[in-house]
């Protein structure tokens, strides 16, 4: 899943990429577009200006003075609406310390059966790419 939501993301952003199929490619820890005007990060932690646990997002996404934090979750449990608050109160706080930079966060989290909450789409149409 998050191959291939960084493949997408890859290839809207001008990413120049090795292989030709989502399921061929291998995300990298950085990936620069042409010209540097976005940086996709893969499992890096966010730098703030206070020590904050778990702050490494599946994937960001960083444009000139914006950044989209993509945090992908394939849940065991069956409350998928509880496990969606939860990471996006998980990265509040990520939000509120980043210097002068503009920030989305993104929870994709689908549970193992494939269940998915009523806003699962909406945040998914915010992701760049074709999904």
């Not at 995300?27 to 020590?51: A, H, I, M």
Request: contains cysteine.
């Amino acid at each position: 899943m998050c191959a291939q939501l960084h493949f997408n993301i890859c290839k809207e952003t001008g990413v120049q990429l090795d292989k030709k199929q989502w399921y061929e490619h291998v995300p990298k820890l950085v990936e620069r577009s042409q010209g540097d005007k976005v940086t996709v990060l893969c499992n890096q932690q966010v730098q703030t200006d206070r020590t904050i646990p778990n702050n490494r997002p599946d994937i960001r996404d960083n444009k000139k003075g914006t950044c989209v934090l993509i945090d992908v979750a394939i849940s065991g449990y069956r409350n998928v609406i509880k496990r969606e608050a939860e990471k996006i109160l998980k990265y509040n706080t990520i939000e509120q310390r980043m210097w002068n930079v503009k920030t989305k966060v993104i929870p994709v989290i689908i549970e193992a059966t494939g269940t998915i909450s009523k806003s699962f789409r909406k945040y998914v149409s915010n992701i760049p790419g074709n999904h």
